[in-house]
């Protein structure tokens, strides 16, 4: 496709060079080129991809998007100066695919926590209704069946286009994608129209990239203003925020607050959640195999972006039955010796004191809790995880996330702030896997044993970015497999 079709009425001052060249690939990546490459120079966190411009014109790249002035290109180099060339960068993505997603429903989900958990429920009901699926979050990308690798929550726009073309092509009906704040921020997904848009709540995090909470909400309400459904916590302190940010027709629905679709007669046992709503007049009944309060919420997001695919309810009933895990998402695991194992992704405040106080509601012993917190992340929630988490445990390990280029015992000091606020006792091991042996050896038959922070992660990131490989759930699994024979 020639480069001035791909541009379309993006505004953009030609520096030099042909703007019919044929454009056959796109990349930002300099490690990425091959002939007829159009290059585009995004200033990333750790590098600038203008610094690489050069590189990948010797590699065959034919053609670069700036944002910054930039010297010493070939003069047969076309070169386009744009404001802001991430959000350019997802606009001709989406030409140079012909707009993939145009053919299928997208349904974005955005929120501090819940994310990935209501995309498997709201997966698992338009599956149930027939329909072919693909699916876009933290674990997994998916299409159909068949799972494809995922690095980030939202892919980068080119990759985000170049899936949605793939899904397009294999007859995907709806695409049901996490939306993180980060994407909405970098223009990721500028471009893309959402039949449905669901906003889940909005809790401390993240800070290290927003800088303020203002910062953090402004860039969750974005996915509002290009969504034909809003489907809205009315229960959320920002809801009526989000709300206002809506240029769709809003769905709301909570436990507490008046909504469009309200939870009552809430029944939550260590095995799942029931709840009744009232649809159309009718009292309807759901349940779902995932333990806890928030779990209900996560139902009730599911149910309404259903119902506003005009999926019935008898089928949304039966499709929210058959989601019996959410990998890393409140998984138990059970010990012969009489002790529970719950691995979950919880790595913010909200998160932790969600499940903390859900297992507080079925507990029979101790709450063995081993946690820590990302380096070269937010600092300020350290202190408040630990207060959370020496609140509501009965024994704590403090132990390492994923340190990054932090000294792991530091952060784990600054955790321990907040521990030394409340009574519980506990323990700092900074290598992850002693910390959950420990915990484990420490438990006793009827205690659970709440291992959070990486939940599906398989990899421990440390200094100048070595990744191991680490899995949680791998250790207990060993552990019990040991403790059985």
Same mark, same amino acid.
């Given at each position: 496709?020639?480069?001035?079709?791909?541009?379309?009425?993006?505004c953009?001052?030609?520096?030099?060079?042909?703007?019919?060249?044929?454009?056959?690939?796109l990349?930002?990546?300099?490690?990425?080129?091959?002939?007829?490459?159009?290059?585009?120079?995004?200033?990333?966190?750790?590098?600038?991809?203008?610094?690489?411009?050069?590189?990948?014109?010797?590699?065959?790249?034919?053609?670069?998007?700036?944002?910054?002035?930039?010297?010493?290109?070939?003069?047969?180099?076309?070169?386009?100066?744009?404001?802001?060339? #991430?959000?350019?960068?997802?606009?001709?993505?989406?030409?140079?695919?012909?707009?993939?997603?145009?053919?299928?429903?997208?349904?974005?989900?955005?929120?501090?926590?819940?994310?990935?958990?209501?995309?498997?429920?709201?997966?698992?009901?338009?599956?149930?209704?027939?329909?072919k699926?693909?699916?876009?979050?933290?674990?997994?990308?998916?299409?159909?069946?068949?799972?494809?690798?995922?690095?980030?929550?939202?892919?980068?726009?080119?990759?985000?286009?170049?899936?949605?073309?793939?899904?397009?092509?294999?007859?995907v009906?709806?695409?049901?994608?996490?939306?993180?704040?980060?994407?909405?921020?970098?223009?990721?997904v500028?471009?893309?129209?959402?039949?449905?848009?669901?906003?889940?709540?909005?809790?401390?995090?993240?800070?290290?990239?927003?800088?303020?909470?203002?910062?953090?909400?402004?860039?969750?309400?974005?996915?509002?203003?290009?969504?034909?459904?809003?489907?809205?916590?009315?229960?959320?302190?920002?809801?009526? &925020?989000?709300?206002?940010s809506?240029?769709?027709?809003?769905?709301?629905?909570?436990?507490?607050?008046?909504?469009?679709?309200?939870?009552?007669?809430?029944?939550?046992?260590?095995?799942?959640?029931?709840?009744?709503?009232?649809?159309?007049?009718?009292? #309807?009944?759901?349940?779902?195999?995932?333990?806890?309060?928030?779990?209900? &919420?996560?139902?009730?997001?599911?149910?309404?972006?259903?119902?506003?695919?005009?999926?019935?309810?008898?089928?949304?009933?039966? *499709?929210?039955?058959?989601?019996?895990?959410?990998?890393?998402?409140?998984?138990?695991?059970?010990?012969?010796?009489?002790? #529970?194992?719950?691995?979950d992704?919880?790595?913010?405040?909200?998160?932790l004191?969600?499940?903390?106080?859900?297992?507080?509601?079925?507990?029979?012993?101790?709450?063995?809790?081993?946690?820590g917190?990302? *380096?070269?992340?937010?600092?300020?929630?350290?202190?408040?995880?630990?207060?959370?988490?020496?609140?509501?445990?009965?024994?704590?390990?403090?132990?390492s996330?994923?340190?990054?280029?932090?000294?792991?015992?530091?952060?784990?000091?600054?955790?321990?702030?907040?521990?030394?606020?409340?009574?519980?006792?506990?323990?700092?091991?900074?290598?992850?896997?002693?910390?959950?042996?420990?915990?484990?050896?420490?438990? #006793?038959?009827?205690?659970?044993?709440?291992?959070?922070?990486?939940?599906?992660?398989?990899?421990?990131?440390?200094?100048?970015?070595?990744?191991i490989?680490?899995?949680?759930?791998?250790?207990?699994?060993?552990?019990?497999?040991?403790?059985?024979?």
């Amino acid at each position: 496709m020639k480069l001035k079709e791909l541009m379309g009425s993006i505004c953009y001052q030609r520096i030099q060079g042909n703007i019919e060249v044929d454009i056959s690939h796109l990349s930002y990546n300099s490690k990425h080129i091959q002939p007829g490459t159009l290059f585009f120079c995004i200033k990333g966190f750790q590098t600038d991809g203008h610094q690489y411009a050069i590189d990948a014109v010797q590699k065959g790249a034919i053609a670069l998007i700036v944002e910054d002035s930039i010297s010493n290109i070939p003069e047969d180099i076309t070169v386009l100066q744009v404001d802001n060339t #991430r959000k350019v960068m997802s606009l001709i993505s989406t030409n140079f695919y012909n707009h993939p997603a145009s053919k299928m429903n997208i349904i974005g989900v955005t929120g501090t926590n819940g994310k990935t958990t209501i995309t498997f429920l709201i997966d698992a009901i338009i599956k149930e209704a027939g329909r072919k699926t693909g699916v876009i979050g933290t674990i997994h990308n998916k299409i159909g069946d068949k799972v494809v690798p995922s690095e980030r929550t939202t892919p980068e726009s080119i990759d985000l286009q170049k899936l949605f073309a793939q899904m397009e092509s294999e007859k995907v009906d709806d695409i049901i994608m996490e939306v993180s704040s980060h994407s909405l921020a970098l223009d990721r997904v500028a471009g893309c129209h959402f039949k449905v848009g669901v906003f889940t709540n909005l809790t401390l995090d993240h800070l290290d990239f927003h800088k303020t909470m203002d910062q953090y909400k402004a860039a969750k309400a974005k996915l509002f203003q290009h969504s034909e459904y809003a489907v809205i916590n009315a229960d959320d302190s920002v809801a009526e &925020y989000i709300i206002k940010s809506s240029n769709g027709k809003v769905l709301t629905y909570g436990i507490d607050k008046d909504a469009d679709l309200i939870a009552y007669d809430l029944q939550i046992t260590a095995d799942g959640v029931s709840f009744n709503i009232d649809i159309d007049n009718e009292k #309807r009944n759901f349940y779902l195999n995932i333990p806890g309060k928030f779990s209900v &919420y996560n139902g009730l997001a599911a149910i309404g972006t259903c119902l506003c695919l005009g999926i019935p309810p008898s089928i949304i009933q039966e *499709g929210l039955k058959k989601v019996n895990n959410v990998p890393g998402r409140f998984q138990t695991i059970s010990s012969p010796v009489g002790y #529970r194992i719950i691995v979950d992704y919880a790595h913010a405040p909200d998160g932790l004191e969600n499940i903390l106080k859900t297992v507080q509601e079925f507990k029979t012993g101790r709450i063995i809790t081993v946690f820590g917190c990302g *380096g070269n992340r937010d600092k300020s929630k350290r202190p408040i995880m630990g207060k959370i988490a020496g609140t509501y445990s009965d024994f704590c390990v403090l132990t390492s996330d994923n340190p990054r280029s932090e000294e792991p015992l530091q952060i784990l000091d600054e955790i321990e702030v907040g521990i030394q606020k409340t009574d519980c006792p506990y323990t700092k091991i900074v290598d992850r896997k002693k910390g959950i042996i420990f915990a484990l050896e420490e438990a #006793r038959a009827e205690d659970i044993v709440i291992i959070a922070g990486k939940g599906h992660e398989k990899y421990q990131i440390f200094d100048q970015g070595q990744k191991i490989h680490f899995d949680d759930v791998e250790i207990v699994e060993e552990y019990i497999q040991e403790e059985s024979m």
